[in-house]
């Protein structure tokens, strides 16, 4: 099992840059594939971006592609996800999500175990 914690959110102008991170607990955060999610007032949950337990491996949402970059530190236990050139519509809340090796990197919430509390990210027009 591993708890996840999410931080970096906040307020920030269009075209603006932030950070998110989240740490994970226990010492088996290499066994996880892990995910950013994000969800706005009135919408679904929807994917960002995912990366495999390696690093290897990264994917990302059309409407955030080439705009944010994920990324690990095994050692650190801990997933990051730049982002850059802020668009109002990226106001939502952002959650991080872990999936076993065993599965695939998914882009489905359906297909993650443990998720963080989330952290607000608004940007302001």
């Known amino acids: 099992q591993v708890q996840l914690v999410e931080s970096g959110g906040g307020l920030v102008q269009d075209g603006g840059s932030l950070r998110l991170s989240c740490a994970a607990s226990?010492?088996?955060?290499?066994?996880?594939?892990m995910g950013w999610f994000r969800q706005a007032p009135g919408k679904e949950r929807e994917f960002v971006a995912a990366?495999?337990?390696?690093?290897?491996?990264?994917y990302y949402a059309d409407s955030v592609k080439g705009r944010f970059t994920i990324s690990r530190d095994n050692a650190k236990n801990t997933v990051y996800l730049q982002m850059n050139s802020l668009k109002p519509e990226d106001t939502a809340v952002y959650y991080c999500?872990?999936?076993?090796?065993?599965?695939?990197?998914?882009?489905?919430?359906?297909?993650?175990?443990?998720w963080g509390q989330g952290t607000q990210v608004t940007v302001s027009s």
């Open positions: 990366i495999s337990w390696s690093g290897g491996l990264t």
């Open positions: 999500a872990a999936t076993s090796r065993a599965s695939g990197v998914g882009m489905a919430p359906r297909s993650y175990d443990y």
């Open positions: 226990g010492r088996t955060f290499g066994s996880y594939h």
